[in-house]
């Protein structure tokens, strides 16, 4: 019978040994290749073989070879020196981009879940103004307001991308705001702000990060399509979007030009977004982890 009873229980989860979830390979290499791009981004200039935006340093839209790795451009700059200088702006955007739209979404969200009422509804109803609007029309009518450039691109990218992190936050401050140490905590004197950064943003935390991993790599993207339209950092300065536009026209010639700016930028994006789905397969416990 004793013998019955253990095989029975170790069939169950009681007796088996609790796994803990691992980073599968595709994470690893996505997290190994976003710290490459963060660590080119900061140590760019001394490892650039040439300056980025120096003129005629080879011949005009030389291919790749033995001394320009890349090519050149159309104004004879090294190319591999330019896309190493556009991972700078790329990572800086997308980070103050996600960063403003984590702090006012946040506040938002905890504002209307926490008080909700007319709180909830005002701040809904511009939450829901923000959506109705397209993203990228609403990006270009703050920039046509600001100006172009690398922080007037990221603080428009975050506006847009305010009610994103505002409906999460709201979704699980009103799931959080049922449970009983919430009425504990109002009954015992505790104000809005203490319950607040003792119980609803610790709480949020995962669904947090993960939304911010998630939405960096759209940030990337959006700011890579403000730069193709010329709202990015100003020429003669290199970023992703204005050195695809640029060799967009000589496409039927030479049209290795637009290689180098276009895989790095795809590479940045991938990596991005698989080191968000692992780091969300490791936090969500909803997520089945293979």
Known sequence: MTNELTETLASTSLLQPSKRRRIPVVGTVAYAVLAGYVLLAIIGPLVMPYPPNQLNVGPRLAPPGPEFWMGTDALGRDL???????????????????????????????????????????????????????????????????GSGLLNAAIAIGIVFIPRFARTVRGSTLEI???????????????????????????????????????????????????FL??????PD?????????SLQYL???AWVVVPPAVAFVVLILAINLAGDALRDRLDPRSVSR
């Open 80 to 146: 591999l020196s330019r896309v190493i200088a556009a991972i700078r702006p790329a990572l800086l955007a997308a980070a103050t981009a996600t960063a403003i739209a984590l702090v006012v979404g946040t506040l938002f969200g905890l504002a209307a879940g926490y008080w909700r009422g007319a709180v909830d509804g005002i701040l809904s109803r511009i939450v829901d103004f923000l959506f109705a609007v397209p993203e990228y029309l609403l990006a270009i009518l703050v920039l046509a307001v600001l």
């Open 177 to 227: 705001m049922s449970r009983n140490y919430i009425d504990a905590a109002r009954l015992s004197g505790r104000g809005g702000a203490w319950i607040m950064t003792r119980h609803l943003l610790p709480n949020i935390a995962s669904p947090l990060v993960v939304i911010t991993a998630i939405n960096l790599s759209t940030a990337t993207g959006a700011y890579a399509a403000l730069s």
């Open 230 to 235: 010329g709202f990015g950092v100003r020429p």
């Open 252 to 254: 039927t010639a030479d």
């Open 238 to 246: 290199a970023d992703f979007g204005s050195m695809i536009a640029d």
